[in-house]
């Protein structure tokens, strides 16, 4: 079982940064590969980035390649997403995840967070 709370959304104008944090508890959050996810008003949620369970490998969507970093610290159960260069386009509230590999290859998140709000003004 983990838990997860995400914090450190907020306003702020296009092009400024955020660093949005997730907090895990539960003794096998390093088993665990870590995504974020974002919904915006009216759309479907969507997949940002994601990091697996070593840390050693990141994935992240095309809309926010080069402008967004996910990273993860072991030793405090948290993991980040580094947000740069926002644009209007990036507003919506952002899910923190925690999932696994299946054996057809793609992730199952099977815990989420409560999520936090992200707004980019023009």
């Known amino acids: 079982q983990v838990q997860l709370v995400e914090s450190g959304g907020g306003l702020v104008q296009a092009g400024g940064s955020l660093r949005l944090s997730c907090a895990a508890s539960g003794r096998t959050f390093s088993s665990y590969a870590m995504g974020w996810f974002r919904q915006a008003p009216g759309k479907e949620r969507e997949f940002v980035a994601r990091?697996?369970?070593?840390?050693?490998?990141?994935y992240y969507a095309d809309s926010v390649k080069g402008r967004f970093s996910i990273s993860r610290d072991y030793a405090k159960n948290m993991v980040y997403l580094q947000m740069n260069s926002l644009k209007p386009e990036d507003t919506a509230v952002y899910y923190c995840a925690a999932g696994a590999l299946t054996s057809a290859g793609s992730y199952k998140y099977d815990y989420w967070g409560q999520g936090t709000q992200v707004t980019v003004s023009s």
């Open positions: 990091i697996n369970w070593s840390g050693g490998r990141t």
